[in-house]
């Protein structure tokens, strides 16, 4: 005999239709218990803002890399197989990626046709067979990726256009500069030296301004001539809008998801919010970042002007979700202070020591 809780409810009689119709709403609440919960649909990649995620930024992966460094290829699968009901611990890309979902679930319920939201990709260039332990981490954090690029050793660099990337994190610094000579917007991503509690309801994300959101036009002025003629030349061009940096596109893309909250209102309740943290000084070379970004018809929630001071202090207050920085003494400065921070690869600061591979997260897959 079934238990009681399992048993479907009895279909009524003919001369109890009416009194019976209570039943009937209930055997509809019970199937519809047991079906599973229907996911979101997954918009168009030319309607979305996608982003490109390596599996070892989303995840920790440091036994697997060990094991493929030291043991080789089959090896490594091998032991991905052994350990594909084991999910992944979250990596330094993952609080970002939670953070873009919790974005999407209020978009959906202000505009529920819209496809204007965050894709997520999960883009790797590990074999396909180990594709089901990242299926199983996925779902064990109940996230919602459902586009997968797996290259099984080649690189995924090109297919990046193809899913109409906005953003590409990895945590592989060759790959990343690959995407930026590709003309899209990347980062290497680094794990911060502690955890640090970050927003569960709002997206918050940190950009420096030179080589990232604009061109590195200023810092080639400071590296060739000095600081003095350095203020010299913004103050002569302060009208003059900088050229776009390889980060631009993505906070457009951003400006562009916190209007549709304005327009309903919800400047105050936004659960997007952007921040310049800029070395430059206000008074003689802030005006021109902020008309810039005028020029654009962009702005950030916040600009904050340090005169060289360190930036690492001013992120721990704030608190972003992801940091990004063209110098990697800025990249360290805001790991020490538990930030997520993110290498934009650009410009003329870039040597090999910047670029050099720095208590980061395991290189990307």
């Avoid at 048993?7 to 218990?33: D, I, L, M, V």
Wanted: contains cysteine; charged residues 25%; glycine residues 6%.
């Amino acid at each position: 005999m079934e238990p009681a809780e399992l048993r479907e409810p009895r279909k009524p009689g003919r001369g109890a239709q009416t009194a019976a119709a209570p039943c009937w709403e209930e055997t509809k609440t019970f199937y519809e218990n047991l079906a599973p919960k229907k996911k979101p649909k997954s918009p168009k990649p030319q309607n979305a803002v996608t982003i490109a995620v390596s599996s070892r930024a989303l995840f920790r992966m440091d036994e697997e890399q060990r094991i493929y460094t030291e043991q080789g290829v089959e090896e490594y699968v091998r032991y991905q197989l052994e350990h594909e009901n084991e999910p992944f611990s979250p990596g330094p890309a993952f609080p970002f990626v939670k953070a873009l979902e919790a974005v999407n679930r209020r978009l959906r319920e202000l505009y529920p046709d819209s496809e204007d939201i965050f894709d997520i990709v999960l883009v790797t260039n590990n074999h396909a067979q180990v594709g089901v332990r990242l299926i199983n981490s996925i779902n064990h954090y109940d996230l919602f990726i459902e586009r997968f690029c797996m290259t099984g050793g080649n690189s995924p660099i090109c297919y990046l256009k193809a899913y109409h990337t906005n953003l590409y994190l990895s945590a592989d610094a060759e790959k990343v500069r690959e995407a930026i000579d590709e003309g899209i917007a990347a980062a290497t991503i680094f794990s911060p030296s502690r955890d640090v509690a970050v927003s569960q309801s709002q997206l918050r994300v940190a950009f420096d301004g030179d080589a990232v959101l604009f061109s590195d036009e200023s810092e080639r002025i400071v590296k060739a001539h000095g600081l003095d003629r350095f203020f010299e030349h913004e103050k002569a061009h302060e009208n003059k809008p900088l050229a776009q940096g390889p980060l631009k596109g993505f906070l457009e893309a951003l400006g562009r998801l916190q209007k549709k909250f304005y327009s309903k209102g919800l400047r105050l309740e936004c659960p997007i919010r952007t921040y310049l943290v800029t070395a430059r000084s206000a008074a003689s070379s802030g005006a021109r970042a902020l008309k810039t970004l005028r020029s654009w018809g962009l702005e950030t929630d916040e600009a904050l002007f340090l005169a060289g001071a360190p930036k690492g202090p001013l992120l721990e207050k704030i608190r972003p979700h992801i940091f990004f920085d063209d110098q990697m003494f800025h990249v360290a400065g805001a790991q020490e202070m538990g930030t997520v921070a993110a290498h934009v690869p650009y410009g003329v600061a870039q040597t090999p020591q910047q670029t050099a591979p720095m208590k980061q997260a395991p290189a990307a897959q």
